[in-house]
Structures are given as structure tokens and as C-alpha cells.
Nanobody
Framework: QVHLGESGGGLVQRGGSLKLSCVVS????????MAWFRQAPGKEREREFV??????????HYGDAVKGRFTISRHDVLNTVYLQMDRLQPEDADRYYC????????????????WGRGTQVTVSS
């Protein structure tokens, strides 16, 4: 059974940086496209696409709200996907989730098979 575990969230000041990690266990990480989504706790809106990365790591896509500030990467030996978040703003405060699906990345959260429990990011103004 595939398990995804996020870490790295926390409290940061406006303009600061955080790096999120998501470790994948129990599956063939090299076969997974990976993505990050975010959603405010208790909110009914659909999870917002943040970033995705393909199998080779050279195909990356970003949501408009984070383009130019966030960077997604993967380390296949460590079975880990990262999200480097720079120039954080209060509107970036959310719970961040990583997700996996076989082979092809997508911006649609419904396309992903496995999810972590998320890590909370808080940005003070």
C-alpha cells in the first residue's frame, strides 16, 4: 500500500521561505507523477493546484498564483518530492497536500490516486 507523508510546514513571516517534503513509501516512486495541492482547513472549495512534476523531473507545471515563487523537484533515490516556497504571502497560508498518480501529471485533483494527510503552512503579515 502506498503511503505519502508530508513535512516541512510551519509559521513563516511574509516574504520568507519554506521547503516542503513528501516521502513516498510502499510503491514504485519512479512510476509516479507527483503534485502538490493546497486547501484551507474546513473550506469546501476544491483543492487548488500548486505544482506538478513528471516522471523524469523535467516536466514541471505551476498554478498561476505560485508561478515564479515556488519550485517543485523530486529525488528518486530518496523517494521524495519537494516544494520550495519563496516570497511567501499571507494568501499562501493553507494546508499543503502531496499526491501521486501513475505516469502522467495532471492539474486535476480528481486524477490522483493517493494523497498524504497534509502539512500546514501559516504566513504572518
Amino acid at each position: 500500500q502506498v503511503h505519502l507523508g508530508e513535512s516541512g510546514g510551519g509559521l513563516v513571516q511574509r516574504g520568507g521561505s519554506l521547503k516542503l517534503s513528501c516521502v513516498v513509501s510502499g510503491g514504485a516512486f519512479a512510476d509516479y507523477a507527483m503534485a502538490w495541492f493546497r486547501q484551507a482547513p474546513g473550506k469546501e472549495r476544491e483543492r487548488e493546484f500548486v505544482a506538478s512534476i513528471n516522471l523524469s523531473g523535467n516536466g514541471k507545471h505551476y498554478g498561476d498564483a505560485v508561478k515564479g515563487r515556488f519550485t517543485i523537484s523530486r529525488h528518486d533515490v530518496l523517494n521524495t518530492v519537494y516544494l520550495q516556497m519563496d516570497r511567501l504571502q499571507p494568501e499562501d497560508a493553507d494546508r499543503y497536500y502531496c499526491a501521486s498518480r501513475y505516469y502522467y501529471a495532471s492539474r486535476n485533483p480528481g486524477a490522483y490516486d493517493c494523497w498524504g494527510r497534509g502539512t500546514q503552512v501559516t504566513v504572518s503579515s
